[in-house]
């Protein structure tokens, strides 16, 4: 199991400072880096006029001595922080480019500095690991550097392309994950060059000198994140993927493949406890958690299941997450995780950090917990961690409501939380005779009579408090009867001042399904005070009642636990009574489209297809309307899952679009590319299997 904490004082603090500084200039923090170590963080802020500035805070939010008047970065293009030890260094792409490197623990960081001077801007510039400069640009670029600072560079190839994406070293050696392109082939490629680097006379020389130790033809587009891990004993592993991408490119001594990954990847790096990765859901959630080493060179695809924890970092909105607003410490227990946004400039525009969010958090891991080869098959751990959440709001509340578009596994999660419930689902006849007492007909001696008749929460109420009765009241195997006569005892002898202890001795549930369908007022009658905490026996309020119909005795519990279940879709929580509202907490519970990764039928990807659809409605008629994972869940595993999706695709799915879009059917074909399933009067457009199939295929891929 894995806990994250917000560091919020630490945020509140940073920000603080900042404000106290630049606030009437008008600022944004453009970047933020976070220490291998953990113990700092180097903020780079924006002015109005384009000036910027360098602090370094430690992680408590303390601005370093030195570092309280910020270091002026005279450039207004662009800007790379890069943390390492205790050095910030800076790259400033104003032309020709000029390399600083700043001491953090100094007083005088600025007086102190390292500063690389260049004679034209270089493509590419990283501080590695063990404190060197790499540069990689032209072959005639020069630099002036001072005694104690160690340059690598590595010209551009003469007859070709080449994109640095990581590097990382060690005494003797660096190694380079990069992209190489020649006569139109390209490799991506791990590469080691010894240090110092050995002279060369020739961009040709010094490409043909690069011992490649890994290389494969599968070379992925987009915006790369990437790193490099050395082995004590001199192996490697690198990474690569794009930003959004379902995969990364890995790369050992033994060769490369292609590992999937369980959603869309933001960021990664490799730590002291495995390759720690953020990914993000479409239409859902950002996790994050470490996949460790051993588990990652046999794998071909990851699961929620190969994680070492994995916790929750907020919804996931593609346009607002990025890898150079991620970081995480080697031992992996400071994570620095910014939303952004953007500001124009003139004619351009670049982003900034959100101040409004939090983006420190610590990380707290459980050491005790088992191997991956050693562990059971369990829930997924964001399932355990919705069970927990429910459970404390339950301790704290005493009764909670489970709300959500239908197919999301409220009613699941009930039996999930719940031990041994008893259970019911309220309708529209469903009445206060139902749920506590009422006259029945029942037969006697003489015909029909009409006896008082304990409904389904009056006796799951006697068996609670007979339940935590004091020893005298109780015997083995009583009957119900007996139960509730010992139970009506006590309340007369407690309620005329005798001082009897209550003792529960076992948790008692009642889980209400479609919760909202009942007329609350009508079946829970003058008894929906009791549920209060403080109005249950032993609060310090506590409330005991005659009923109408018996003339007994009636109180509740503490031990009583009560889960109510209804479906956003079917009627509003605004619409609920609101005495019911005041004595319930909430608990929303959204379609989970990760609970289908890796699931397809036919070519399509069940949790691209549950994402696809749910955007569109969600878009149009908001979340209560979207669609639950349930309805998929069992298809891919079914002995016909194209059989079965077609079915329920098409009696289940699109008669909820034909009641959604009623009246604007046609929007479905022009503002939703690959919808080919209703036509433009609201017609459902029936096809064979495999055409079906395919405009399914289409669908996904639209989105």
Same mark, same amino acid.
């Given at each position: 199991?894995?806990?994250?904490?917000?560091? @919020?004082?630490?945020?509140?603090?940073?920000?603080?400072?900042?404000?106290?500084?630049? *606030?009437?200039?008008?600022?944004?923090?453009?970047?933020?880096?976070?220490?291998? /170590?953990?113990?700092?963080?180097?903020?780079?802020?924006?002015?109005?006029?384009?000036?910027?500035?360098?602090?370094?805070? #430690?992680?408590?939010?303390?601005?370093?001595?030195?570092?309280?008047?910020?270091?002026?970065?005279?450039?207004?293009? *662009?800007?790379?922080?890069?943390?390492?030890?205790?050095?910030?260094?800076?790259?400033?792409?104003?032309?020709?480019?000029?390399?600083?490197?700043?001491?953090?623990?100094?007083?005088?960081?600025?007086?102190?500095?390292?500063?690389?001077?260049?004679?034209?801007?270089?493509?590419?510039?990283?501080?590695?690991?063990?404190?060197?400069?790499?540069?990689?640009?032209?072959?005639?670029?020069?630099?002036?550097?001072?005694?104690?600072?160690?340059?690598?560079?590595?010209?551009?190839?003469?007859?070709?392309?080449?994109?640095?994406?990581?590097?990382?070293?060690?005494?003797?050696?660096?190694?380079?994950?990069?992209?190489?392109?020649?006569?139109?082939?390209?490799?991506?490629?791990?590469? %080691?060059?010894?240090?110092?680097?050995?002279?060369?006379?020739?961009? $040709?020389?010094?490409?043909?000198?690069?011992?490649?130790? /890994? &290389?494969?033809?599968?070379?992925?587009?987009?915006?790369?994140?990437?790193?490099?891990?050395?082995?004590?004993?001199?192996?490697?592993?690198?990474?690569?993927?794009?930003?959004?991408?379902?995969?990364?490119?890995?790369?050992?001594?033994?060769?490369?493949?292609?590992?999937?990954?369980?959603?869309? $990847?933001?960021?990664?790096?490799?730590?002291?406890?495995?390759?720690?990765?953020?990914?993000?859901?479409?239409?859902?959630?950002?996790?994050?958690? +470490?996949?460790?080493?051993?588990?990652?060179?046999?794998?071909?695809?990851?699961?929620?299941?190969?994680?070492?924890?994995?916790?929750?970092?907020?919804?996931?909105?593609?346009?607002?997450?990025?890898?150079?607003?991620?970081?995480?410490?080697?031992?992996?227990?400071?994570?620095?995780?910014?939303?952004?946004?953007?500001?124009?400039?003139?004619?351009?525009?670049?982003?900034? =950090?959100?101040?409004?969010?939090?983006?420190?958090?610590?990380?707290?891991?459980?050491?005790?917990?088992?191997?991956?080869?050693?562990?059971?098959?369990?829930?997924?751990?964001? !399932?355990?961690?919705?069970?927990?959440?429910?459970?404390?709001?339950?301790?704290?509340?005493?009764?909670? +409501?489970?709300?959500?578009?239908?197919?999301?596994?409220?009613?699941?999660?009930?039996?999930?939380?719940?031990?041994?419930?008893?259970?019911?689902?309220?309708?529209?006849?469903?009445?206060?005779?139902?749920?506590?007492?009422?006259?029945?007909?029942?037969?006697?001696?003489?015909?029909?009579?009409?006896?008082?008749?304990?409904?389904?929460?009056?006796?799951?109420?006697?068996?609670?408090?007979?339940? /935590?009765?004091?020893?005298?009241? &109780?015997?083995?195997?009583?009957?119900?009867?007996?139960?509730?006569?010992?139970?009506?005892?006590?309340?007369?002898?407690?309620?005329?001042?005798?001082?009897?202890?209550?003792?529960?001795? &076992?948790?008692?549930?009642?889980? +209400?399904?479609?919760?909202? @369908?009942?007329?609350?007022?009508?079946?829970?009658?003058?008894?929906?005070?009791?549920?209060?905490?403080?109005?249950?026996?032993?609060?310090?309020?506590? !409330?005991?009642?005659?009923?109408?119909?018996?003339?007994?005795?009636?109180?509740?519990?503490?031990?009583?636990?009560?889960?109510?279940?209804?479906?956003?879709?079917?009627?509003?929580?605004?619409?609920?009574?609101?005495?019911?509202? %005041?004595?319930?907490?909430?608990?929303?519970?959204?379609?989970?489209?990760?609970?289908?990764?890796?699931?397809?039928?036919?070519?399509?990807?069940?949790?691209?297809?549950?994402?696809?659809?749910?955007?569109?409605?969600?878009?149009?008629?908001?979340?209560?309307?979207?669609?639950?994972?349930?309805?998929?869940? #069992?298809?891919?595993?079914?002995?016909?899952?194209?059989?079965?999706?077609?079915?329920?695709?098409?009696?289940?799915?699109?008669?909820?679009?034909?009641?959604?879009?009623?009246?604007?059917?046609?929007?479905?074909?022009?503002?939703?590319?690959?919808?080919?399933?209703?036509?433009?009067?609201?017609?459902?457009?029936?096809?064979?299997?495999?055409?079906?199939?395919?405009?399914?295929?289409? =669908?996904?891929?639209?989105?």
């Amino acid at each position: 199991m894995v806990n994250i904490e917000p560091l @919020r004082n630490s945020v509140y603090s940073i920000n603080t400072f900042l404000k106290a500084e630049y *606030e009437e200039f008008g600022f944004v923090i453009e970047e933020a880096v976070l220490f291998p /170590s953990g113990e700092y963080l180097a903020v780079m802020v924006r002015l109005e006029d384009d000036s910027r500035f360098l602090h370094v805070f #430690d992680i408590n939010g303390s601005v370093l001595p030195g570092w309280e008047r910020g270091i002026s970065v005279p450039c207004a293009d *662009e800007a790379v922080l890069f943390a390492g030890g205790d050095k910030l260094a800076v790259f400033t792409k104003c032309s020709p480019g000029r390399f600083v490197v700043y001491p953090v623990t100094s007083p005088d960081p600025e007086g102190e500095a390292l500063s690389v001077t260049f004679s034209k801007l270089p493509l590419y510039v990283n501080f590695t690991p063990e404190g060197r400069v790499l540069v990689f640009g032209d072959y005639h670029i020069e630099y002036m550097a001072p005694e104690g600072l160690e340059i690598v560079k590595i010209p551009t190839p003469p007859n070709g392309y080449s994109y640095i994406h990581a590097v990382a070293d060690d005494e003797n050696s660096l190694y380079l994950l990069y992209t190489w392109k020649n006569e139109g082939k390209q490799e991506l490629r791990v590469g %080691r060059i010894s240090v110092p680097v050995f002279p060369y006379y020739s961009p $040709l020389e010094f490409w043909d000198g690069v011992e490649r130790l /890994s &290389r494969t033809s599968m070379v992925p587009g987009g915006k790369t994140v990437g790193d490099v891990h050395l082995e004590e004993d001199g192996s490697f592993v690198a990474a690569l993927g794009t930003k959004g991408g379902r995969e990364i490119y890995l790369l050992t001594p033994g060769g490369s493949r292609v590992v999937l990954i369980p959603g869309e $990847l933001i960021y990664l790096r490799f730590t002291s406890r495995g390759l720690f990765m953020i990914t993000g859901i479409y239409g859902s959630s950002i996790s994050a958690g +470490i996949v460790p080493l051993e588990r990652l060179f046999e794998a071909r695809e990851i699961g929620r299941g190969d994680f070492e924890g994995v916790f929750s970092l907020g919804r996931y909105v593609p346009s607002v997450v990025d890898p150079k607003y991620a970081g995480v410490s080697d031992d992996c227990r400071v994570l620095y995780f910014g939303r952004t946004a953007y500001r124009a400039a003139g004619q351009r525009f670049y982003y900034y =950090l959100r101040r409004d969010v939090d983006y420190i958090y610590r990380i707290h891991w459980d050491t005790n917990r088992a191997p991956v080869e050693e562990r059971a098959p369990a829930e997924p751990e964001e !399932t355990e961690a919705e069970v927990e959440s429910i459970r404390v709001l339950l301790r704290k509340f005493r009764q909670v +409501i489970l709300y959500g578009p239908p197919g999301t596994g409220k009613t699941y999660l009930a039996r999930k939380v719940a031990v041994k419930p008893e259970f019911v689902s309220f309708h529209q006849s469903f009445s206060y005779e139902d749920f506590v007492e009422g006259f029945r007909p029942t037969k006697g001696s003489g015909g029909v009579v009409y006896d008082v008749v304990d409904g389904v929460f009056k006796r799951i109420t006697i068996e609670a408090i007979y339940d /935590s009765l004091p020893e005298k009241f &109780r015997k083995k195997n009583a009957t119900y009867g007996e139960m509730k006569k010992a139970v009506l005892e006590f309340l007369e002898r407690r309620r005329a001042g005798e001082n009897l202890k209550l003792t529960p001795r &076992r948790e008692f549930y009642l889980v +209400i399904d479609e919760i909202n @369908r009942g007329n609350i007022s009508r079946i829970f009658g003058e008894l929906i005070t009791l549920l209060d905490p403080d109005k249950r026996l032993g609060g310090p309020n506590e !409330t005991i009642v005659r009923l109408p119909y018996s003339g007994e005795l009636f109180a509740v519990p503490p031990n009583l636990y009560i889960i109510g279940t209804m479906n956003s879709a079917d009627r509003s929580i605004a619409l609920l009574d609101i005495a019911l509202r %005041r004595r319930f907490a909430f608990y929303e519970v959204l379609p989970r489209p990760e609970l289908l990764a890796g699931m397809e039928v036919g070519g399509v990807n069940l949790e691209h297809l549950l994402s696809r659809l749910n955007s569109i409605i969600e878009r149009e008629k908001g979340k209560d309307y979207t669609i639950g994972h349930g309805y998929f869940l #069992d298809i891919a595993s079914s002995e016909n899952p194209e059989e079965d999706l077609y079915l329920v695709f098409y009696h289940k799915i699109l008669p909820l679009f034909q009641e959604y879009f009623y009246g604007s059917w046609e929007q479905l074909g022009s503002f939703y590319p690959g919808f080919e399933f209703i036509d433009d009067r609201g017609r459902i457009v029936m096809m064979d299997r495999e055409s079906f199939m395919e405009a399914l295929r289409r =669908l996904v891929r639209a989105e």
